[in-house]
């Protein structure tokens, strides 16, 4: 393989390409899920893989979410790696016993008996008129549960090596994608990459204000980001890449440099994961705030289904952009 | 043939030429157009049920139905302009544009809603059904669902549960053979789908779904000892998915000659169109006067809906609770 060369991918294509590495190099490694056989996923995760690993090894289930978790987990017990497609991550609450209650657990309660090697993916988010119950941003749920790791990847060099590192981790990982942002591209080496689960990312270098962000809200944040530099105004933008374990350090670098601190993301303000940051980074970077810091995210309501209301609700690239200027003002 | 069967068939026919109409506006001008957001799910093929159920229904029956639910929305009588506004989420809409295609609802017509959330629409029916048996009423509660929610374990424990507590449920699955691209016979240990509930003591009857005389009849039947014991009543349909199963299916799963076969045989407003006229209760004339009319309601629902106001962004907020205050 030639040293240094790139891919251009989708996320779909880059997550495709670590399912697919990680079944040849290990024959444990299974997926399961509906759907995800011949059709390959509504979403096309899995396009070819039944043909090239077969059906035992690439199991089409019937709609039994809580059927898929469990057996991904007690798969794991057996010696399995299974990776889980949960459709909409709306239906991770179908499967969030298995996840929540068992999964986080076993391995503690039996006072570290066991590993517990599988992945659920799903994938999250709204914008495409899908409504209330196929358009939510659930990670604030699986963050909140000691036991688990939580990925949500944004472009498609870190899917494909978070992914990889997520099927080899001997922990439970929920690892949600945006269905939205699947045709996104970008670049990827050809080369085997594994990308730590707890290491963050700085998307981009910059000195006036520090924005946090993951999934496909990053990349708005980076748009956001080459609007307002033509205006002058610098922003750093850091990708935690996993929030479940959480690189404080990283953020905590770039609030030294920058004294400013702004986290965006789809889900709902309230509770949201930004919280989280914005608590963390309070407290171990007072002295570097120049000024209290700024969270974006959706207000409290469900998605709705029309146009003008989820435009609404999700935060466009132009409101970050306006909101971010106002704050900076 | 009686006046009265007449009738009877001829609103059938009505009916479900209004779904395969609705239907086929959705998917000729409004996927092409890009006139909705998402995706919808048709129920081209299927109309013979919803129709014959409904029509072994009281008005003030409840319906709680699927994401490829406008056909059992229509036949309950839910009006076509309000459903095209919803879809193209306009304030006009039955859910003034908070739902879409996949949670359509008017509570006026005991159209509960559509569970797009595959199997936990019917825990929810057996609850409506608790209720209407607490109340003393003797409603009863029509639960559609895809074959591929018997698979989903919500469903077996609201089956034990109708079974247990005698709740007036009818679980009607529509057995259409695929769930997406999933094949019933990769999904279900057992194929006689009308088994799947006989753990609970709760016997299926399997029905053809092609013909809408035979729906009617069966379901008739069922409503009558739902309602008069107070029990639940299981019936399978056999039928089939002629469309994809969204607007935006490319459909690799399954020739394409299945479909094209599929729907030349067994559509069922051709079923009953051919009846009728073979046993000579329309002529050909009155068929394309009934087609025309029913053709002209569609296109004028649609062409109102086109023009309806759409809800401003901030609007998002409501709804989220009641604002009524504490009983
Ligand atoms: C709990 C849950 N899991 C997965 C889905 C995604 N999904 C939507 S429709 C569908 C297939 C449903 O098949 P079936 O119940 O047979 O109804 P049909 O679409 O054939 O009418 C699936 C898997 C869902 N909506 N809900």
Partial sequence: MEKGRMRNLTMTAALNTALREEMRRDETVIVMGEDIGVYGGVYGVTIGLQREFGPDRVRDTPISEMAIAGMALGAALGGLRPVAEIMYCDFLAHAADAIVNNAAKWRYMSGGQYALPLVVRSPAGGGGGTAAQHSQSLEAWFTHIPGLKVVMPSVPRDARGLLKAAIRDDNPVVFIEHKHHYTYKGEVPAEEEIIPLGVADVKRAGTDLTVVSWSRHLTLCLEAAEILAAEGISLEVVDPRTLQPLDLATICQSVAKTGRLAVVHEAVLFGGFGGEIVAQVVQECWGDLKQPPLRIGAPFCPIPYSEPMESFVIPQVTTIVDRLRAYLA | ?327
């Fill in chain 2, 1 to 327: 043939m009686e006046t009265k069967d007449r009738e009877l068939l001829l609103h059938f026919y009505e009916d479900m030429l209004r779904i395969r109409f609705f239907e086929e506006k959705v998917r000729d001008v409004l996927l092409p157009q890009r006139l909705f957001r998402g995706s919808s799910h048709l129920y081209i093929g299927q109309e013979a049920i919803a129709v014959g159920v409904t029509h072994a229904l009281r008005d003030d029956d409840y319906v709680i139905s699927t994401h490829r639910g406008h056909g059992h929305a229509l036949a309950k009588g839910v009006d076509p302009y309000a459903m095209f506004s919803e879809i193209m989420g306009r304030t006009t809409g039955c859910c003034q544009g908070y739902g879409g295609s996949m949670h359509l609802a008017d509570a006026s017509r005991r159209f509960v809603g559509e569970d797009p959330v595959i199997g936990s629409n019917s825990p929810i029916a057996a609850g409506l059904a608790l209720a209407v048996k607490q109340r003393g009423s003797d409603q009863v509660v029509a639960n559609y669902f895809g074959e591929g929610a018997v698979n989903a374990g919500a469903f077996h424990e609201a089956a034990n549960l109708a079974a247990l507590w005698q709740l007036p449920v009818l679980f009607l699955c529509e057995n259409n053979l695929y769930a997406i691209s999933v094949p019933v016979e990769q999904s279900s240990a057992i194929q006689d789908l009308e088994n799947r509930a006989c753990s609970y003591g709760l016997a299926g009857r399997r029905v053809n779904g092609q013909d809408v005389m035979a729906v009617y009849n069966a379901a008739r039947e069922a409503v009558a000892a739902t309602r008069q014991q107070s029990r639940p009543s299981y019936l399978v349909f056999d039928t089939y998915r002629f469309e994809g199963h969204h607007t935006a299916d490319k459909e690799t799963y399954r020739p394409a000659e299945e479909a094209v076969e599929e729907f030349r045989a067994r559509d069922p407003v051709h079923l009953l169109e051919k009846a009728m006229i073979d046993d000579h209760t329309v002529d050909i004339p009155t068929t394309i006067a009934y087609r025309d009319r029913v053709r002209e309601e569609i296109d004028a629902a649609f062409d109102r809906a086109r023009e309806a106001p759409w809800p401003a962004p901030e609007q998002a907020l409501r709804f989220v609770y009641t604002e009524s205050e504490v009983r």
